[in-house]
């Protein structure tokens, strides 16, 4: 089957960094990626690892390891506008197109 | 950069009707697209993959009969809820996908609600 887990919540501090952690067993794996979606909203894309390692897009980071079916999401200097759900999502199969499969979400609620 | 284009984005409607929700690819040809469903405070729920000119691939659970799936072009595929009941009130969401390089792209999604 197909399971993603990542954490129900997370609280911050403005300014700080945060790590939101996503394990996941699929059936197949070709790519794991990084959604951003407020309440309402569609989600944006926010990253993409299909190799292990680190890939940095200014405040943001997400790291992969295939072989421990793990990644994080980082982000750095938290602005009050980063609360939102954080949604990691895996393309399954073996081909690098095809659906994607999400967690539940982490909902982040930065404070001042 | 890629830009999915979705209408309605919210829709009203008595229990027992149809409702259509299309899902536009707007600067790049989509074979293929995929309709996701999102309850509050739950992530995205695969429902099904539109593929151009054939048949959709339905996920488990979800019944074809009822979200009748069209995808007569590159660029548009449709949603369509029969029968509508008040469990079916939702956020429907479409993605596309161009580049198999590239990130799913999302629409902005279509607030359902059946009364």
């Known amino acids: ?29 070709n790519g794991l990626f990084w959604y951003q979606q407020h309440a309402g909203e569609a989600p944006t894309f926010l990253s993409y690892n299909v190799l292990d390692g ?59 | 950069g890629a830009v999915v284009s979705q209408h309605p984005s919210r829709v009203i409607c008595k229990s027992g009707t149809s409702v259509k929700i299309e899902c536009r690819s707007l600067d790049f040809q989509a074979t293929t697209m995929f309709w996701y469903r999102q309850f509050p405070k739950q992530s995205l729920m695969l429902m099904a993959t539109s593929n151009e000119g054939s048949k959709a691939t339905y996920e488990q ?42 990130p799913l792209h999302f629409g902005n999604g279509t607030r359902l609600t059946v009364t």
Do not use: W
């Open chain 1, 1 to 29: 089957g197909q399971n993603i887990d990542q954490p129900t919540e997370m609280t911050a501090t403005e300014g700080a960094i945060v790590q939101i952690n996503c394990t996941y067993q699929t059936s197949g794996f």
């Open chain 1, 54 to 112: 680190l890939e940095e897009k200014g405040r943001f980071s997400s790291f992969l390891s295939r072989s421990k079916g793990y990644s994080y999401l980082l982000l750095k200097e938290l602005q009050m506008k980063d609360s939102a759900s954080y949604l990691c999502a895996v393309r399954a199969g073996s081909s690098n197109t095809g659906k994607l499969i999400f967690g539940q979400g982490t909902t982040l609620q930065v404070k001042p």
């Open chain 2, 61 to 102: 659970g979800v019944e074809k009969d009822k979200f009748l799936i069209n995808h007569a072009s590159l660029t548009l595929s449709t949603l369509t809820v029969t029968s509508a009941h008040p469990e079916d009130s939702s956020f429907y969401i479409c993605s596309a996908e161009g580049d198999p390089n590239s």
